[in-house]
């Protein structure tokens, strides 16, 4: 929550202090709170442990993919699709379409628990449902949009009867319904009519839009 915090914070208001602070906090994770292909939960005194829940992994990846619409450095994207890649094979349950917030790798537990709602923090499931449906602009993949309206439908009850506790979720089903934004961006990023494009969308404020961006014409570098 922090890492995207800054990265639109950064965007927004025209702060290289936050940018540097979203890349570090970004490359932190990364380098830290991952082991073995596996997101872990906690770090203290140098070291990471217990293994990531799905709120976990779809935070982080949203937080990436946050830091990638910022820097339109590639990347970060590739970064937060394999962490949702990871996610999908952890978390999600195909047979009864949707996500458990324990991975399959988990210790056993009486009840595998999932979190529905929405409350002072969003559940894991509406971040990764958002994420998940802007990756798929991103990179055209379906299994993302299949996934996501999977997930969509099998909380459409739960919006309907309880809207208020459910806000992520809706915010998600808007990017659903709606024909979201998508923005491209061609230039080098160093150049000042660049620079200043980049800051007409971020300083609007855009629901429902992914941003990505190439320095030539062909999408090479």
């Known amino acids: 929550l922090m890492l995207r915090s800054f990265a639109e914070a950064a965007a927004v208001l025209d702060r290289p202090d936050y940018r540097e602070a979203a890349e570090n906090n970004g490359s932190f994770l990364l380098e830290q709170l991952e082991q073995?292909?596996?997101?872990?939960?906690?770090?203290?005194?140098?070291?990471?442990?217990?293994k990531g829940y799905l709120e976990d992994y779809s935070f982080m990846a949203d937080g990436l993919l946050a830091v990638y619409e910022l820097t339109l450095n590639e990347w970060w994207l590739v970064q937060s699709r394999r962490l949702i890649d990871n996610m999908i094979d952890l978390f999600w349950e195909e047979d009864e379409g949707m996500f458990y917030d324990t991975g399959n790798d988990h210790e056993q537990l009486l009840i595998r628990p999932r979190e529905f709602f929405d409350n002072a923090i969003p559940c894991g499931s509406s971040v990764a449902v958002e994420v998940l449906l802007k990756l798929n602009l991103l990179t055209e993949e379906e299994i993302y949009r299949t996934v996501a309206t999977r997930a969509l439908q099998s909380v459409g009850p739960l919006m309907s009867q309880h809207p208020l506790g459910m806000s992520r979720w809706l915010c998600a089903l808007d990017f659903y319904v709606q024909t979201p934004k998508e923005i491209a961006i061609i230039g080098s990023l160093s150049e000042t009519p660049t620079q200043e494009l980049l800051k007409t969308i971020y300083q609007q404020y855009l629901p429902n839009r992914v941003i990505t961006g190439s320095e030539t014409e062909d999408g090479s570098g």
Not at 36 to 50: E, I, N, P
């Open 36 to 50: 073995d292909h596996r997101v872990l939960r906690t770090f203290k005194d140098g070291k990471a442990k217990l």
